[in-house]
Structures are given as structure tokens and as C-alpha cells.
């Protein structure tokens, strides 16, 4: 399960020590000379000492401070610097990281306090962070997780080239189609023929053929007629 916090492990936190105001003075006699000191993990940064900078000492001192995942805040401290004696300490507190981490800046006076929980006065710092830079890194890490994993592709070497695609298997000879059926003819039996002088089919009963006027019979033949055949044709076959 993926952390809901973006991880700042590696990321570089930018501080700004302007000054500080309103100090508790550890001299009687004299103008303190204070300086700062701010820890994070393994690392200690100390500004410049402020000579005769009183209880409104000026520093404007830039650092540069490596972030670690699971810290995320600062713990500064201002002490008054003694020739002779041991440094005094003035007072603390504790800089949370939250605000510069989510927006990128963060521009605020913090109250310092003495051992007895009293007020010692304040320190300013300006602070800046690189929010893009976090979230690239994050997504870039997310990314590489869920990419799934492929070997690298290998150089193909003359021996392992593909060998080259077998053809389709051929086809098998065509066949002819059957020889077709021979055509029917016209006529399977021939139609009967009507025997040389059939005479016309009979008419309807009683129906004279060709018909004639109503009452008027076929003429008869002529008395000075020949009957048939003709006598001309009866002499020629004597």
C-alpha cells in the first residue's frame, strides 16, 4: 500500500536567518553578542556572531539543509557569545516543515523560550522548498513500480533470424464437372399425323359446313353438271 505522504528523502530545504527581536538579555553590563544555531538530523548550521547586536540582532545568513523522511521540523536555538565565560543561552523552539512543504514557502517569526518554558523573545526565518521537484520525483517512483518489467530486446544474430514463412500447401487439381445432361428434344414420341385425305373434324351436329343463311340449303348440283370426277379426266384415263 502506497504512503499517502509524498517522500522529501534527498529533497533540499532553503533557510533564511534574517534576525531576531525582543531577545532576553543575558548581559548586565554590557550588549550581548548572539547567534544562531539550527539543527535538523545530522546537521548543525551556525550563523555569524552578531557583535553588540543586543536584543535585535541582524544575521540575513542563507543555508542549505538536505531533507530525511520522517522529520519535518527544525529545532533552532540562540545563545549569547561569552569571551571568558560559557555561552548563555537565550532561548528555543521548534519550526514545523509542514506549511514550506505543501506550499513551497514560508515567511514567519517563531517565539523562542527559556528552559522554564518563559518567553525569550523571536527569530525570523524565510524558507523556501522545491514542490515540483518533490512531486516529480514521486511520480517518476510511482511510475517505475507499476511499469511492467520487459527484458531488453537482444540484437538478432544471423543465426537466429526467422526462418522464412512456409508457403500455403497448394491447392488440389480442379475437377471437371460432370458432363451435362443431354437435351431433352422437342418431342419424345412423334405426334401423330393425320392421314392424307382425313376430313376436318365433324362439325357440332346438325351444323351445316361452311353454314348458310337460315332456310337456305346447299345449292344443289347442277342438272347439266357431270358427277364427279369430271368427264375430261374420265376420257384421259381411257
Same mark, same amino acid.
Given at each position: 500500500?502506497?504512503?499517502?505522504?509524498?517522500?522529501?528523502?534527498?529533497? @533540499?530545504?532553503? /533557510?533564511?536567518?534574517?534576525?531576531?527581536?525582543? /531577545?532576553?538579555?543575558?548581559?548586565?553590563?554590557?550588549?550581548?553578542?548572539?547567534? @544562531?544555531?539550527?539543527?535538523?538530523?545530522?546537521?548543525?548550521?551556525?550563523?555569524?556572531?552578531?557583535? *553588540?547586536?543586543?536584543?535585535?540582532?541582524? %544575521? *540575513?545568513?542563507?543555508?542549505?539543509?538536505?531533507?530525511? *523522511?520522517? /522529520?519535518?521540523?527544525?529545532?533552532? &536555538?540562540?545563545?549569547?557569545? $561569552?569571551?571568558?565565560?560559557?555561552?548563555? %543561552?537565550?532561548?528555543?523552539?521548534?519550526?514545523? /516543515?509542514?506549511?514550506?512543504?505543501?506550499?513551497?514557502?514560508?515567511?514567519?517569526?517563531?517565539?523562542?523560550?527559556?528552559?522554564?518554558?518563559?518567553?525569550?523573545?523571536?527569530?525570523?526565518?524565510?524558507?523556501?522548498?522545491?514542490?515540483?521537484?518533490?512531486?516529480?520525483?514521486?511520480?517518476?517512483?510511482?511510475?517505475?513500480?507499476?511499469?511492467?518489467?520487459?527484458?531488453?530486446?537482444?540484437? +538478432?544474430?544471423?543465426?537466429? !533470424?526467422?526462418?522464412?514463412?512456409?508457403? +500455403?500447401?497448394?491447392?488440389?487439381?480442379?475437377?471437371?464437372?460432370?458432363?451435362?445432361?443431354?437435351?431433352?428434344?422437342?418431342?419424345?414420341?412423334? #405426334?401423330?399425323?393425320?392421314?392424307?385425305?382425313?376430313?376436318?373434324?365433324?362439325?357440332?351436329?346438325? =351444323?351445316?359446313?361452311?353454314?348458310?343463311? +337460315?332456310? =337456305?340449303?346447299?345449292?344443289? #348440283?347442277? !342438272?347439266?353438271?357431270?358427277?364427279?370426277?369430271?368427264? $375430261?379426266?374420265?376420257?384421259? &384415263?381411257?
Amino acid at each position: 500500500m502506497l504512503s499517502s505522504t509524498p517522500s522529501i528523502q534527498g529533497q @533540499v530545504l532553503e /533557510l533564511r536567518v534574517t534576525g531576531c527581536r525582543k /531577545l532576553r538579555d543575558t548581559e548586565l553590563f554590557s550588549r550581548q553578542d548572539p547567534y @544562531v544555531i539550527v539543527e535538523y538530523a545530522n546537521t548543525k548550521l551556525r550563523t555569524r556572531t552578531c557583535t *553588540d547586536g543586543g536584543r535585535n540582532p541582524s %544575521f *540575513d545568513e542563507k543555508f542549505q539543509i538536505p531533507l530525511v *523522511d520522517g /522529520l519535518r521540523e527544525l529545532n533552532v &536555538l540562540v545563545w549569547n557569545s $561569552n569571551t571568558i565565560n560559557n555561552d548563555d %543561552f537565550i532561548g528555543s523552539c521548534r519550526v514545523p /516543515l509542514h506549511k514550506v512543504l505543501a506550499s513551497g514557502y514560508d515567511d514567519a517569526s517563531w517565539p523562542l523560550q527559556t528552559r522554564r518554558m518563559k518567553s525569550a523573545g523571536e527569530v525570523t526565518l524565510i524558507m523556501h522548498f522545491d514542490v515540483a521537484a518533490m512531486k516529480n520525483k514521486m511520480g517518476g517512483k510511482t511510475g517505475a513500480q507499476y511499469a511492467p518489467s520487459m527484458p531488453a530486446p537482444s540484437a +538478432y544474430a544471423a543465426s537466429s !533470424a526467422y526462418p522464412a514463412p512456409a508457403g +500455403y500447401p497448394a491447392a488440389p487439381p480442379h475437377q471437371a464437372y460432370p458432363a451435362p445432361y443431354p437435351a431433352p428434344s422437342a418431342y419424345s414420341t412423334p #405426334p401423330p399425323q393425320q392421314p392424307y385425305g382425313q376430313p376436318c373434324p365433324p362439325q357440332p351436329y346438325g =351444323q351445316p359446313y361452311p353454314p348458310q343463311p +337460315y332456310g =337456305q340449303p346447299y345449292p344443289p #348440283p347442277s !342438272a347439266a353438271q357431270s358427277p364427279y370426277p369430271p368427264g $375430261n379426266y374420265l376420257m384421259l &384415263l381411257r
